[in-house]
């Protein structure tokens, strides 16, 4: 038996331990389905304290499962996007760990953590509470492996465009200007990533929002329509033209958008990035409207979403919207090819700001935070 | 010539009209010869039930037995008009009592309403229940992780260990939450994404 057979045997002893510990017969609870022609193998599994309890009818499930993944391919890997279903929970029950930012060698292992809490009703069926499946796989030359439910490849993608447009920045920054000005450059990131606004944000597709716990018990606030205000890139192909949005103490409801494609190429996926500003004058960004459909070269679309948006304050504290801007934060065209924004289309102030760092750069302010200038310096020069 | 009745001539000749009747009755008797005649006859009576008398027991008072007899006679009257009164319907007043069956019926009566009006009450309600719209399922992005929930079944991502605050957290409007969170040893991103169909 090889080493990597071996592993879901491994992997259902260590199920066992756990399902006997909680007292909660747990066959079969968690399974892990990696395909057979699969790049990568689970080379250990730690799942620490996590524990099965029954209350009432209903099973709750607290994973902290410790994974390291081994690159079985010949390929450097980009990024992974592991795909956990839940059965019996709450409209589909899918949750999803991205490792994005990744270069892993081939043969090396990389770790991913999960750390799952799930409540369900006891279920006399044979399916396993958790499954845990290899949604996709990004290499270094951008092809990608993997079933793709949850479009991972558009997403790991993007991600990995993003780290070699920020990779480059500093990079080209140190060779132009020195160390010096890397290390301002990379403090001036630090400075807006920890600036960011600290908010929790809800979403429900269609219908209206549960009444919040902290909302005014008698001031009801009459929904308003705000127009949105356009934060524009010279280098985007799609130009946002019109957008409004209803606004209603911290919801925004029901927002939408009209489109027009500059490129000549059609459009098969777009994502507006949207950021919300408060009464207090603070913006922040806070959602993301994907568009879907397809959209010819030239053409104009109209978006309508019917989902409703609700915001406070990291802690649980108020607060009362007023307005809303947008701006594209990418786009897939119909022939594979992506667009994202260029830092020079980033640039201006309040983009800056708003625009949310690439997952690269957080890791590379995390490095110069953690290991200094140095270390910096030689993670930009590999 | 109106001639008082026998009655009122008894009452008058034993003394025990009024002083306003027996003045007129006086006035009457004096200038009526068949009525003195008649109050003759009674006073004879009269003297013949006093001869009786004497052939009661020692001890027995007559007066005091006449009087006592006079008030049973009264009670018993009094009696006899509170029983054939009893149970019809009495304008004057509320009906006194409630003959059993009466009081089965209503009981009978008040039972089906409220068995009625429960049923209905329990129906209606299923009813309202059924036409009113599933909770909207909820995601949510908060530092602490990412979650979904409808009230009663939830899936929760937490953040790991190591990283409590998560760096960045957004919403999508096609029902889905995620969470970036940045080891502080490693640097590695790790972004945990819940989704609503």
């Keep these: 038996m090889s080493t990597w057979s071996k592993l879901p045997v491994v992997f259902a002893a260590s199920v066992a331990c756990l399902a006997q510990e909680a007292g909660v017969d747990l066959r079969g609870g968690l399974k892990f389905n990696l395909p057979k022609d699969s790049p990568l193998a689970v080379a250990s599994l730690d799942l620490g304290p996590s524990k099965a309890t029954v209350r009432g009818g209903a099973v709750m499930l607290d994973l902290h499962a410790s994974l390291r ?88 993608t993007v991600w990995e465009l993003e780290a070699r447009r920020d990779r480059k920045h500093f990079q080209q920054l140190l060779e132009a200007r020195g160390q010096e000005s890397l290390q301002k450059e990379i403090l001036s990131a630090m400075s807006r990533q920890n600036d ?23 001031n009801y606030e009459m929904d308003h329509d705000v127009k949105f205000s356009f934060l524009r890139m010279p280098g985007s192909p799609v130009e946002l033209m019109a957008g409004a949005a209803r606004i209603a103490g911290d919801e925004a409801k029901a927002p939408q958008l009209e489109i027009r494609n500059r490129d000549q190429k059609a459009i098969r996926h777009l994502e507006i990035g949207l950021a919300l500003k408060d009464t207090s004058g603070q913006e922040f960004f806070a959602a993301t409207v994907p568009y879907d459909e397809p ?50 289309d980033i640039a201006e102030g309040q983009l800056m700001k708003l625009v949310p760092p690439s997952p690269e750069e957080q890791r590379l302010v995390q490095l110069y935070r953690k290991k200094g200038l140095q270390a910096l310096v030689e993670e930009l020069k590999k | 010539m109106k001639h008082p009745s026998v009655e009122k001539l008894a ?12 003045l007129i009755l006086r006035r009457h008797v004096t200038g009526c010869a068949q009525c003195q005649a008649e109050v003759e006859m ?61 009081a089965v019926l209503t ?3 008040v039972l089906m309403v409220t068995v009625g009006y429960w049923l209905n009450a329990v129906k209606k309600s299923e009813q309202i229940a059924a036409m009113r ?11 602490r992780g990412v979650g979904m929930s409808d009230g009663s079944k939830e899936l929760v991502l937490q953040s790991p260990k190591t990283n409590v605050r998560a760096a960045i957290v957004t919403v999508s409007t096609v029902g889905s939450a995620g969470a970036r969170y940045v080891d502080e040893d490693t640097g590695q991103i790790t972004v945990n994404n819940v989704y609503v169909e």
Aim: aromatic content about 6%; proline content about 6%; glycine content about 10%.
């Design chain 1, 69 to 156: 993944l081994r690159n079985l391919s010949g390929k450097r890997v980009k990024g992974v996007t592991l795909l956990l279903l839940a059965q019996d929970v709450s409209a589909g029950g899918k949750g999803s760990v991205a490792a994005p930012s990744l270069d892993v060698a081939p043969g090396d292992d990389f770790p991913v953590r999960i750390d799952l809490r799930m409540v369900r009703p006891m279920s006399t069926g044979a399916e396993p509470l958790v499954q845990i499946l290899l949604d996709g796989v990004l290499f270094d030359d951008l092809s990608f492996f993997g079933e793709n439910r949850l479009n991972s490849r558009r997403q790991l």
């Design chain 2, 133 to 143: 719209p599933p909770d909207p399922v909820v995601a949510e992005a908060s530092e």
């Design chain 2, 42 to 102: 009674f006073r004879g009576a009269a003297v013949a039930v006093r001869e009786e008398t004497e052939e009661i027991p020692a001890g027995v008072q007559w007066d005091r037995l006449a009087a006592e007899m006079r008030a049973n006679i009264r009670v018993g009257i009094a009696a006899s008009d509170a029983i054939s009164a009893y149970g019809k319907p009495n304008d004057a007043g509320p009906v006194q009592g409630m003959p059993w069956r009466m």
């Design chain 1, 196 to 218: 960011r606004p600290r908010v929790d944000v809800q979403v429900v597709r269609r219908g209206a929002m549960p009444r919040a716990a902290n909302a005014p018990a008698t």
């Design chain 2, 11 to 22: 009452l008058y000749d034993g003394g025990e009209l009024s002083w306003l009747d027996h």
């Design chain 2, 107 to 109: 009981f009978g009566l």
């Design chain 1, 295 to 344: 959209l010819a070269g030239k053409g104009t679309a109209a978006l309508r979403d019917s989902a409703t948006l609700r915001v406070r304050h990291t802690g649980g504290s108020r607060l009362v919207l007023e307005g809303m801007s947008g701006f594209v934060n990418n786009v897939e065209f119909a022939d594979g090819a992506y667009w994202i924004p260029s830092r020079t």
